[in-house]
Structures are given as structure tokens and as C-alpha cells.
């Protein structure tokens, strides 16, 4: 079940985690997408991520929705990846 928490503002805008472990893609990135459509630009989503399916297609599928992914951890699982809105 994924969790959601937001974090505290920084110099750029809100951030968000979303906890997907345990979602298969394309579900995690249904439920990333949903979230991402609910941030202001500037904004950040960083996902929590155990499927390796998911950190290789997730990061090309935001960008070309218009995302900047501005960070991939290569060490896991669990893989995080931070989207910026």
C-alpha cells in the first residue's frame, strides 16, 4: 500500500514522499502521476521505490510528460527518485 507524507517547504517549493514498495509499474507510476498532477510547479515528488521496472521507466515517462527528474539513487532497493514539477 503506498503512503504519502508531505515535506516541510524548502527555497524551491513543497516536497512530497510517496512510498510505493511493494507496487509493481505501471501501477507505481499511475499513482506517482495522480500525485504529480496535484503539486504547484516548483514543487517535488520523491518516490520510494523496490521494482526495478519502475526506477528504469518511471523517470522517462515523467519527462516526457514535462518533469525535470532531478535525482536517481542507483543503490537499493528501495531506489529513490525525486521528480520535480
Request: glycine share 6%.
Amino acid at each position: 500500500m503506498s503512503q504519502e507524507k508531505a515535506v516541510h517547504p524548502d527555497a524551491h517549493g513543497a516536497r512530497r514522499v510517496l512510498d510505493l514498495r511493494g507496487i509493481r509499474c505501471p501501477l507505481s507510476w499511475a499513482r506517482a502521476r495522480v500525485v504529480l498532477e496535484t503539486l504547484a510547479r516548483g514543487d517535488e515528488l520523491e518516490l520510494v521505490l523496490d521494482d526495478p521496472q519502475a526506477i528504469r521507466d518511471i523517470p522517462r515517462a515523467a519527462e516526457a510528460i514535462g518533469h525535470h527528474v532531478s535525482d536517481v539513487s542507483t543503490e537499493g532497493p528501495p531506489w529513490r527518485l525525486t521528480i520535480e514539477v
